[in-house]
């Protein structure tokens, strides 16, 4: 059975930080683009990050640039999402998915299996 578990998820302050996992099991994902996706209460889920299979290429939601980073470890069949400077408007339960493909999309359409979520809380 292909499982995507996330952990890291919290409550922190603004301008704080956190760093999210993904653990893959059931099958390895290393030729697959792996994504982070985020829904806050009310709203629809949106992309945040993908990363292709080998590492080499990196997307990013423009509210997000230059405050997140995603990586990857293939050996571990994991992906990170590194979180910086974050805001209360990142306040959301983030979603960790496994593409369909060799490169990343911003479309959750393009990914097939997704994690349960975990929370993620900014106070102001």
């Known amino acids: 059975q292909v499982q995507l578990v996330e952990s890291g998820g919290g409550l922190v302050q603004a301008g704080g930080s956190l760093r999210l996992s993904c653990a893959a099991s059931?099958?390895?994902?290393?030729?697959?683009?792996m994504g982070w996706f985020r829904q806050a209460p009310g709203k629809e889920r949106e992309f945040v990050a993908a990363i292709s299979w080998n590492g080499g290429y990196t997307w990013y939601a423009d509210s997000v640039k230059g405050r997140l980073g995603i990586s990857r470890d293939n050996a571990k069949n994991a992906v990170y999402l590194q979180m910086n400077s974050l805001k209360p408007e990142d306040t959301a339960v983030y979603y960790c998915a496994a593409g369909k493909y060799y490169g990343g999309s911003v479309s959750a359409d393009d990914y097939d299996y997704w994690g349960q979520g975990t929370q993620v809380t900014v106070s102001s």
């Open positions: 059931g099958r390895t994902f290393n030729n697959n683009a």
